[in-house]
Each structure stands twice: as structure tokens, then as C-alpha cells.
């Protein structure tokens, strides 16, 4: 079945730009999403693509995707403390709307 | 964007009752759907609400646990049924639009089961 995965951390200084990488394994995946989950929150949807773009930046946000190797990425440049928290990669893989997520990948910002 | 509200935002609960969580949007919707996420653990679908029919359950989950209803396109309730502690998690609603792109969540129930 399909399949997302995520390393679990990453650690950067403020002011640094940071990158959480994520694989997947569903080939027919039309949209992926970055969400981010502060301790106690819900989800915040931050970004989406869609399979036929390589690319799409908003603001501090780049999401980078590779449909050949199955990979997507998402940069936050000049990283804050604000950014600290969960950030959960999924994909659409067909049309029922359902999405299938990372185990997600908790960002630390050191000041 | 859609604007998500559920309620409660948490509870504890005795072990043997029943919780509903209910999930209301601002606006028209075509899919809703209903997640859990358990203590440290990633989101996984529970059901899809259909509109006016009985949800779609994913593996794992059957209707007598989670029962789910979803009178009308801006409206959804989940009820976890006889508690246990093994339930305890935060439950989220998400909806999407017709365009189906943007999925949106609630800010989610947080359960915990004594």
C-alpha cells in the first residue's frame, strides 16, 4: 500500500534555513501537502503541490518535488523559533480525497 | 479557506461510555473526514463522512466503535464508543472544498481515557 516516510528530526540554528525531506511511495499521488502541528494544536496547512510541478515557493516556504525519485522537500529559509514544531508530509493519491501521512518530523530551533 | 471548529477541544472520560465530537465548517463541503492521532504517532483516516449515507470505514475501524453521522455538507460527529484506555488520542476533522486540493483540520479533540 501507499507508504510516507519522514526522518523524525532535525535541528538548526535561528537564522539558518532548514529542510525536512520526505519519500513516498505512491506513484498516481496527485497532491503533496506540508502541515505543521504546534504541541497542542491541530494541523496548519502550510503548502501544497501538485504532481506536475517541480517546484513552489511562498514567502520563507520552497517545496521541492521530484516525481522520478518519489521525493518532496520543504525549505523554510531564515528559520525562527516560531518555526519550531511538527511538520507532517501527505499525499493524495486518488480521487476520494484521502491522505495518507508521514510519521512527521519535529523541527527544534536553537536560539 | 475552509474554518474548522470542533468541540470539545478535550475531555477525560471513565472507561465504558461514549463521547461525541462534533465538527462543524463554515462553509459547504464536499468531503469530510475523520482522523485519530495517537500519543506521539502520525495521523491515520478513520472514515470518510459521507452526506446523507453511511461513512466509509477504513481497515481497522467498524461503524459500532465510531459511529459517524453527517446530516448535511457543513456538519459531522464522531462518537467513540465504550471507552477504553487505548482510545485515548486526539481525534481531527478535515474537510475539503470541490476542488479537492486544499484539506483542511480542525484544531482536534484531545481524548484521554481513565
Known amino acids: 500500500g501507499e507508504d510516507v516516510e519522514q526522518s523524525l528530526f532535525l535541528s538548526v540554528r535561528e537564522g539558518d534555513s532548514s529542510v525536512i525531506n520526505c519519500t513516498y511511495t505512491?506513484?498516481?499521488?496527485?497532491?503533496l501537502y506540508w502541515y505543521k502541528q504546534e504541541p497542542g494544536a491541530g494541523l496548519q496547512l502550510l503548502t501544497y503541490i501538485f504532481s506536475n510541478m517541480d517546484m513552489k515557493q511562498d514567502q520563507r516556504l520552497t517545496v521541492l518535488l521530484n516525481k522520478k525519485d518519489k521525493h518532496l522537500s520543504l525549505r523554510i529559509a531564515d528559520t525562527q523559533t516560531g518555526d519550531s514544531a511538527i511538520y507532517f508530509c501527505a499525499e493524495m493519491g486518488d480521487n476520494t480525497g484521502k491522505l495518507i501521512f508521514g510519521q512527521g518530523t519535529t523541527l527544534q530551533v536553537k536560539p | 479557506s475552509a474554518v474548522i471548529s470542533q468541540k470539545p477541544s478535550r475531555d477525560i472520560c471513565q472507561r465504558g461510555t461514549s463521547l461525541t465530537i462534533q465538527c462543524q465548517v463554515d462553509?459547504?463541503?464536499?468531503?469530510m473526514f475523520w482522523y485519530r492521532q495517537q500519543p506521539g504517532q502520525s495521523l491515520t483516516l478513520i472514515a470518510t463522512?459521507?452526506?446523507?449515507?453511511?461513512?466509509?470505514?477504513e481497515s481497522g475501524f467498524v461503524i459500532d466503535k465510531f459511529p459517524i453521522s453527517r446530516p448535511n455538507l457543513t456538519f459531522s460527529t464522531l462518537t467513540v464508543s465504550n471507552m477504553s484506555p487505548e482510545d485515548s488520542s486526539i481525534y481531527l476533522c478535515?474537510?475539503?472544498?470541490?476542488?479537492?486540493?486544499?484539506?483542511?483540520f480542525g484544531q482536534g479533540t484531545r481524548l484521554t481515557v481513565v
Open positions: 462553509s459547504q463541503v464536499t468531503m
Open positions: 463522512a459521507n452526506q446523507g449515507s453511511e461513512a466509509t470505514y
Open positions: 505512491d506513484s498516481s499521488s496527485t497532491y
Open positions: 478535515s474537510a475539503e472544498e470541490g476542488t479537492k486540493t486544499e484539506a483542511f
